[in-house]
């Protein structure tokens, strides 16, 4: 990489070897295989074929590896063409023979690949649902229960048990590569649940494609039907198929894929621009128990309601130093007063735009907004209310690791809202908690709080935090900027949190787990 400043050549950090090949592609070539699987991932395949008795390769097999490349759906504009030029060149009449002939290795090759998708993504904290991407994981998953029940292989393969080992085959064959995983004690019980959920939907399933066809009244199904179906009632290609006996359209999961990309959230909307002012300095972290503070004034502005509606209510204050806690990460703001130009204000709303701190009054300034630039004022903070949300928000870390140690290390943070009356936890769980999970929960949590596990707050570049403490600490989602504030409770949990927090765990009080429930599929509220 060339020093944009010198002009001179330094070496990067991560050297790898770019060919604009996978490096599986030369063992491949030497070995002649028909495919870069067999190299690559040796064992699943044999596993497989020794449960079924059967060959994952056979003659046709061997001719259609070299022209499968040409089956590309983005690359050709006859798909029809190609298959039957790809099925005479390998001896067969058609594209249906041909089809016949390699569907016993094309479906143990998609166990085995699909299965070895699962297990990373699952490992890697994904969960299968109904919901968003784990829609796809679901749908993978479910496409291997399919296939080795169509073929009568479920049975020969082992049922679950089979199943199971073939994760663990998987497992075994990615230790040579990249070293042993740690236990994941969830991942059994994850499989066994998608699977009890696929055999009790296949009714549903039925109903709801009958009910499809019949408004139809006769007319073929086209590709964007089936992109509907999908779409609206989470139904995968492979059940539509296997339920109203129709071959999957060629084009489907490119047009898929391309409907998956469309799909973006819209950006939060702006209604203050504080790219011109300083940042605000938060001695909310520097010094959390001091609630009452001096400041200047760095700017007044107009609210704005949505829809950048004005109200021509001058009573935005922007502070150089602030202790008001903004409403950020899903914890509720500070409340307190500013006495501004002899008069005490109501300081009602505090929000961070930008890099500056707003502070909304309970009123307008009267006078106009630039006599108030660099007037000195006067803070409270409301203790009480500060030293709740700071209970509750520590609480939230508590409760989260406390879940994860019961229920397993599929557990993630899917959402957290820290109030003064209560605090709720939304993570990734497969079913609703039964009430003994609930009391395994609250007993850890409060486990924790007894043990008094000291708390640090500190600051660290992002890249040291990563290797540090591992990916696990973005419960919050990823965050922006080249440093992290992590919030560490000594031997329990460790995240990156920019909220207010204890310094021990004994500073929260015991914990009530008041309720849970299931907020969608895959979601659990506690």
């Given amino acids: 990489i060339t020093d944009a400043t010198t002009g001179e050549f330094e070496p990067l950090k991560v050297q790898v070897i770019d060919v604009g090949i996978g490096l599986e592609r030369i063992p491949w070539l030497i070995t002649g295989c028909a495919t870069s699987y067999m190299t690559t991932y040796p064992h699943a395949l044999d596993f497989v074929s020794q449960r079924l008795g059967l060959p994952f390769t056979n003659a046709t097999w061997e001719k259609f590896g070299p022209y499968s490349c040409l089956l590309n759906m983005d690359e050709v504009d006859d798909i029809d063409a190609v298959w039957q030029r790809v099925a005479t060149e390998c001896g067969c009449a058609d594209k249906e023979a041909l089809l016949k002939e390699i569907a016993p290795a094309r479906d143990m090759y998609i166990i085995c690949d699909h299965t070895r998708s699962v297990l990373v993504a699952v490992e890697d904290g994904s969960l299968p649902s109904a919901v968003g991407g784990a829609s796809n994981l679901r749908n993978v998953l479910r496409r291997v229960f399919m296939l080795l029940h169509k073929n009568g292989w479920w049975d020969k393969l082992g049922g679950m048990k089979g199943l199971l080992e073939l994760f663990d085959v998987h497992r075994q064959e990615l230790a040579l590569l990249y070293g042993p995983a740690p236990e994941y004690k969830s991942f059994n019980e994850i499989i066994e649940v998608e699977y009890q959920r696929w055999l009790t939907t296949d009714e ?57 990309e469309q799909k973006k959230r819209a950006p939060p909307q702006q209604l203050y621009d504080t ?9 909310f972290y520097t010094e959390q128990l001091k609630f009452s503070f001096d400041a200047k004034i760095v700017a007044v502005m107009e609210r ?33 007063t500013l006495r501004i130009d002899g008069e005490l204000y109501k300081m009602v709303y505090a929000e961070k735009v930008g890099k500056a701190i707003l502070h909304t009054l309970d009123r307008p300034l ?19 209310r500060r030293i709740q949300l700071r209970n509750h928000h520590t609480a939230t870390h508590i409760v989260y690791q406390s879940a994860r140690r019961v229920l397993g290390p599929h557990v993630w943070q899917h959402g957290a809202k820290k109030t003064v009356d209560e605090a709720h936890l939304d993570i990734t769980h497969f079913a609703a908690l039964t009430e003994d999970l609930e009391q395994q929960i609250e007993a850890e949590a409060n486990r924790a709080v007894r043990e008094g596990y000291p708390i640090t707050k500190a600051w660290m570049p992002k890249e040291l935090a990563e290797k540090t403490y591992g990916y696990k600490l973005y419960q919050g989602g990823v965050a922006a900027g080249k440093e992290l504030r992590v919030v560490n409770i000594e031997g329990f949990d460790t995240e990156a949190c920019c909220g207010t927090h204890c310094d021990n765990t004994s500073q929260v009080g015991m914990i009530r787990l008041i309720r849970t429930h299931r907020l969608s599929d895959g979601v659990v509220r506690l």
């Fill in 204 to 260: 549903k399933v039925k109903t709801t494609l009958n009910a499809f066809v019949k408004k139809r009244k006769g007319k073929p199904l086209t590709v964007n039907d089936w992109l509907e179906i999908t779409r609206s009632f989470g139904i995968s290609a492979d059940s539509i198929s296997a339920t109203l006996n129709l071959p999957i359209p060629d084009k489907y999961f490119s047009l898929l894929a391309e409907m998956n």
């Fill in 275 to 283: 790219t011109l002012l300083p940042a605000t300095v938060e001695t």
């Fill in 304 to 336: 704005v309601e949505a829809m950048n509606k004005k109200t021509g209510e001058n009573s935005i204050v922007v502070l150089d130093s602030t202790c008001f806690y903004p409403n950020a990460g899903g914890q509720d703001n500070d409340l307190g």
């Fill in 366 to 384: 009267p006078k106009a907004p630039e006599s108030y630039v660099g007037m000195a004022v006067h803070g409270e903070v409301d203790k009480d």
